[in-house]
T-cell receptor, first 112, second 110 residues
Framework: DADVTQTPRNRITKTGKRIMLECSQT?????MYWYRQDPGLGLRLIYY???????NKGEISDGYSVSRQAQAKFSLSLESAIPNQTALYFC???????????FGPGTRLTVL | GEDVEQSLFLSVREGDSSVINCTYT??????LYWYKQEPGAGLQLLTY?????DMKQDQRLTVLLNKKDKHLSLRIADTQTGDSAIYFC??????????FGAGTRLTVKP
């Protein structure tokens, strides 16, 4: 079984809709991250969390929010989706040393 | 801001060596990583190097670090078609954030 799972794997939505992407992990890691991947731009950090209820903004947090209600779960919300949020979204986890991040399979989000 | 730069494409013949290069700007980076992304999959850590090292070898992979020039490279010996993927360079920042390069798409031709 995968250690880091993401749901949904694919989502098509319309401008203005609220969307939630879920991430779950069975690795027992404290740290969790949300990234978006755009062609030619690599991965950019949206939000990260070092523990339950701990939330930190990353490089590109505008237009997004997150929730960390449990160690194993970290959800990413787009309150009002817009087309330039069309991207591949990755969740990742790491232990408290933070040296290696383990990535989920990604969620492809398309906003029409 | 902190930048990590890579060339976007590399094409090699099967059996040749591949060298993927990366430059970064944050001189305080302590860990530097190479990740591999296969089509439709997430990123998988290939190898990493501490900033106090200048070389690390792991089977077919050799990582070279030039701290003075802030240059990191990944050499894949005897490149195989299964090595075709996107390779990301990543560095840790002073605040433990990570910054990723845009990724180098390696194509291995038979």
């Amino acid at each position: 079984d995968a250690d880091v799972t993401q749901t949904p794997r694919n989502r098509i939505t319309k401008t203005g809709k609220r969307i939630m992407l879920e991430c779950s992990q069975t690795k027992g890691h404290d740290r969790m991250y949300w990234y978006r991947q755009d062609p030619g731009l690599g991965l950019r950090l949206i939000y990260y969390s070092f523990d339950v209820k701990d939330i930190n903004k990353g490089e590109i947090s505008d237009g997004y929010s997150v929730s960390r209600q449990a160690q194993a779960k970290f959800s990413l919300s787009l309150e009002s989706a817009i087309p330039n949020q069309t991207a591949l979204y990755f969740c990742a986890t790491s232990d408290s040393g933070g040296n290696e991040q383990f990535f989920g399979p990604g969620t492809r989000l398309t906003v029409l | 801001g902190e930048d990590v730069e890579q060339s976007l494409f590399l094409s090699v013949r099967e059996g040749d060596s591949s060298v993927i290069n990366c430059t970064y700007t944050d001189s305080s980076s302590t860990y530097l990583y190479w990740y591999k992304q296969e089509p439709g999959a997430g990123l998988q850590l290939l190898t990493y190097i501490f900033s106090n090292m200048d070389m690390k070898q792991d089977q077919r992979l050799t990582v070279l670090l030039n701290k003075k020039d802030k240059h990191l490279s990944l050499r894949i010996a005897d490149t195989q078609t299964g090595d075709s993927a996107i390779y990301f360079c990543a560095v840790t920042l002073y605040n433990n954030d990570m910054r990723f390069g845009a990724g180098t798409r390696l194509t291995v031709k038979p």
